[in-house]
């Protein structure tokens, strides 16, 4: 079991920055990497973000080189931080866990979220 608590999300006006985190707990099990998704309203959920236990990152081409995502393995918990926020980066921001199920490294747990509110 892997429990995913995010926190750091509120209002904030366009061109601004917030850092979300995203702690994790288990029971042992190791996740084969960590992701951050976003649902805006009325549309559907979108990855945004993955990073590996080695430090692969990976980023949707809308918030590459905006958003920074990094973990710290001795706290269990993954960061966010984005910058130059635009009101389309308005959503509700989950963290999710991926567990390895017959050797793809797949999205298995999800936080509840926390809203990101951007306004002009």
């Known amino acids: 079991q892997v429990q995913l608590v995010e926190s750091g999300g509120g209002p904030v006006q366009t061109g601004g920055s917030l850092k979300l985190s995203c702690v994790m707990s288990?029971?042992?099990?190791?996740?084969?990497?960590m992701a951050w998704y976003r649902q805006a309203p009325g549309k559907e959920r979108e990855w945004v973000s993955s990073?590996?236990?080695?430090?692969?990152?990976v980023y949707q081409d809308s918030v590459r080189g905006r958003f920074t995502i990094s973990q710290d393995t001795r706290k269990n918990t993954v960061y966010l931080q984005m910058d130059s926020l635009d009101t389309e980066d308005t959503a509700v921001y989950y963290c999710a866990a991926m567990l390895r199920e017959k050797a793809v490294c797949r999205t298995k747990y999800w936080g509840r979220g926390t809203q990101v509110s951007v306004s002009s």
């Open positions: 990073i590996s236990p080695d430090d692969t990152i």
């Open positions: 288990t029971d042992g099990v190791t996740p084969c990497g």
